[in-house]
């Protein structure tokens, strides 16, 4: 059994996700200690269990620990499943966040797996929904994985609610990638949303994007509005945001997004998102600073050797670099220092799904 130590790096619940990840994909168990040590209220909370005991359905495991506040969990994977799951967090608890840890053993399924969840869309310290259909899904889909994921609904903190369905079509092996330089911008897309509000929040939001990327002469595609009419908005609570997205003319994405608060006028998180966007782009490295930590596991089960090239060297990224290698047992190299551009590579295990 593998032992991780959850408070290194920056000690967060990344690690208990790719743990319990790459422990279902592998079916070797694992001990997680010190979860989240460093936080100021340590231990699991109902969005890590619900990652955790959606990923148990999935490989039959037993699972020791798993309640609220817990520091220790022993994740023991038994058989890996396929079929339909169905889960709801309860809470704005993030679906993306919870996507992380049973995407790549349903990836490398044998069967075709389909997730049904319910929780947070669109909420804080994570990743949009609009950004992982966007971005993420279509960069993996390079590396061979066939992932879709249809939005039912928007939940925005604290009321939840959304709705998000995920189809999966089994993959026998990941592809390795090499994505250095980002290139070119071919066009800027986005999608700027509002639900139980006005609609012109979204067309604000968006507007004030349309005229940012003009001032700096990035073409760009109509940004998306989405809103909804008073009477026939499903939604459970207010919210706000806006996913962009910048393609290379070698045809891959880069992304920045901003979620409206009480208080922050739509403009100005139009206009944060795109100041995100061309931060980014300025370092002309091909992957963004958020998906580059996401696509560690995946670069590590490929069958080669990768290389890419990220905005920024993330506390995220070097944990996961660290969690993975230790359960896998592959070698990844980082040139970069936290907060600067850099280059990770990865000779990748070649893990098949008919192994």
């Known amino acids: 059994m593998i032992e991780i ?34 936080r100021p209220k340590p231990g ?42 169905s889960y709801d967090i309860g809470t704005a608890g993030s679906i993306s966040l919870v996507l992380q840890a049973v995407l790549p053993p349903a990836i490398l399924s044998i069967e075709p797996v389909r997730f049904f969840i319910k929780g947070g869309t669109d909420v804080k310290w994570s990743p949009p929904i609009d950004y992982l259909r966007e971005v993420f899904v279509p960069l993996v889909k390079r590396m061979g ?32 990638v090499t994505l250095l330089d980002f290139g070119d911008v071919s066009t800027v897309s986005g999608i700027s949303h509002c639900v139980k509000l006005p609609g012109h929040v979204a067309d604000r939001q968006a507007n004030a994007v ?43 994405r880069l992304g920045a997004d901003r979620l409206g608060e009480r208080g922050k006028r739509a403009e100005e998180v139009g206009k944060e998102a795109v100041m995100q966007l061309l931060e980014e782009l300025a370092t002309r490295k ?34 996961n670099i660290w969690v993975t290698e230790k359960i896998l047992g592959v070698k990844i190299t980082l040139e970069g220092s936290i ?17």
């Open 5 to 38: 130590d959850g408070s290194y790096g920056e000690g967060g619940g990344q690690i208990l996700r790719t743990s319990v990840s790459l422990s279902a994909l592998t079916l070797n168990p694992v001990r997680i200690i010190k979860i989240r040590a460093g």
């Open 44 to 85: 699991l909370k109902r969005q890590h269990i619900a990652g955790i005991e959606l990923t148990s359905r999935l490989v039959g495991a037993e699972v020791e620990g798993l309640e609220i506040g817990s520091t220790e969990i022993v994740f023991k994977p038994s058989t890996l499943m396929s079929g339909d799951f």
């Open 145 to 176: 994985a066939n992932v879709e994921i249809k939005l039912k609904r928007r939940g925005h903190y604290p009321r939840g609610g959304g709705q998000v369905e995920v189809e999966i079509s089994p993959a026998r092996e990941i592809s390795p």
């Open 210 to 252: 349309e005229s940012e990327l003009a001032n700096h002469n990035l073409r760009f595609d109509r940004i998306e509005r989405e809103w909804y009419q008073k009477n026939n908005d499903p939604h459970f609570g207010a919210g706000s945001g806006i996913v962009l997205w910048a393609e290379s003319t070698t045809g891959f």
């Open 286 to 319: 091909a992957i963004d600073s958020h998906l580059g930590d996401m696509l560690i596991p995946y670069l590590a089960l490929a069958k080669g050797i990768s290389q890419i090239g990220v905005t920024e060297v993330t506390a995220h990224l070097v944990t």
């Open 339 to 355: 907060g600067e551009p850099g280059v990770v590579s990865v000779d990748g295990v070649g893990f098949s799904s008919r192994q």
